[in-house]
């Protein structure tokens, strides 16, 4: 009889994508697992659609840290996701319960316990949220991306495998990725990733930079889809001011997207010689398993500093680690002209790729399959 597993998740694609990543290593592993998602938003929604795996909502209370008006309807919406794990879990039936954490897996996970199925989740980051120190105290076992994150969780229950990464975004050509960006191979390439909802204050350094960093380099901007319209207008603002000048250099060397999806994301890595991006878990273990020198600006105040955690155990290896509040122009042209130096940029490359756990996602999928 097949295995049925249900999986967990929602909301940020740092939640999405290393569950898809553990989809996929269940179906090569056993290819007649059954497998069922369970969660919310339209990360998950487009990403379930697009590894064909079946999808049902349910809502989601979330327990917010500031003011909204959000907050009133949050005990009513996990009331409601609590019914509905209740109903799609008894139909269901899995043998086993994989959560990605976030407030979407606190009822799925709830319920799975009290019908005695096994539960096991994954903390991506160094410092665990409020779901997952939750979910923890239910699970069988809790899969750790950072060994940092051990003493937050009963002893013994924690296994270090790292964060599961799409092997899709590992295997892009740099030729032909130049080539799809029309790119030259004799210049540098920066990838400035700022997530999946794009990062303000990245933006705001890159554009003051933009001049200068054209000049020498080429630039992927993704920037988040709700600031492609503000991005977008300054950037053709600095295309009209330099029409006697560096225009044509923006136009060659320079190009902004919102969004990437999967196939755009492993062009754009495999372009890159040299990666800005925030330090999320995710962010950091794709840049690791590619070898990609990395450039690292964490959210200042994100949950319990965990952005910032994630840095400085990532800088061990090589990562430059800059704080919001001391981004310039010129810091960010300096240490990314100190990384391309090619003594430097070997090393860093190499240390960089011993961070990686190119098999969480494998090892989390057996754990669970048996």
Request: net charge neutral.
């Amino acid at each position: 009889m097949a295995k049925r597993i249900l999986l967990v998740g929602g909301g940020s694609g740092g939640h999405v994508f290393p569950l898809m990543a553990v989809a996929q290593s269940l179906r090569k592993l056993d290819p007649t697992a059954e497998l069922l998602v369970l969660g919310e938003g339209p990360f998950l929604a487009a990403a379930c659609k697009a590894n064909d795996l079946r999808y049902k909502t349910i809502y989601a209370g979330k327990f917010r840290r500031y003011f909204s008006l959000l907050s009133v309807l949050d005990p009513f919406k996990a009331i409601a996701g609590f019914f509905q794990s209740l109903w799609y879990l008894v139909w269901y039936l899995p043998d086993a319960v994989f959560s990605k954490g976030g407030y979407v897996s606190v009822m799925p996970a709830l319920v799975a316990r009290l019908y005695f199925i096994p539960v096991y989740t994954h903390e991506s980051d160094s410092v665990p949220g409020l779901a997952n120190s939750f979910i923890g105290k239910m699970a069988k076992t809790v899969f750790i991306s950072f060994e940092s994150a051990a003493k937050y969780f009963k002893a013994g229950k924690t296994v270090l495998v790292g964060n599961p990464v799409r092997t899709e975004l590992l295997t892009g050509d740099h030729d032909a990725a130049l080539a799809q960006f029309n790119f030259r191979a004799d210049r540098k390439t920066i990838l400035v990733a700022g997530g999946s909802q794009g990062a303000k204050r990245i933006n705001d350094a890159i554009l003051e930079a933009l001049v200068m960093l054209v000049k020498d380099f080429q630039i992927i901007h993704q920037c988040g889809e709700s600031q492609l319209a503000a991005v977008k207008a300054q950037v053709d603002q600095d295309v009209k001011e330099g029409q006697k000048s560096y225009a044509s250099l923006l136009s060659a060397n320079y190009r902004l997207y919102p969004f990437f999806d999967a196939k755009e994301l492993a062009l754009a890595y495999a372009a890159a010689d040299i990666i800005i991006s925030r330090a999320g878990a995710s962010n950091l273990f794709e840049i690791a398993a590619l070898g990609k020198p990395a450039i690292l600006i964490p959210i200042t105040g994100s949950t319990g500093d965990h952005q910032m955690q994630n840095a400085l155990e990532f800088e061990k290896y090589g990562g430059i680690v800059i704080e919001e509040a001391n981004i310039t122009s010129h810091i960010i042209i300096n240490q990314i002209q100190s990384l391309l130096e090619p003594e430097n940029y070997q090393a860093v490359s190499a240390r960089i790729k011993t961070f990686a756990k190119p098999d969480a996602a494998d090892n989390i999928a057996a754990a669970v399959l048996s």
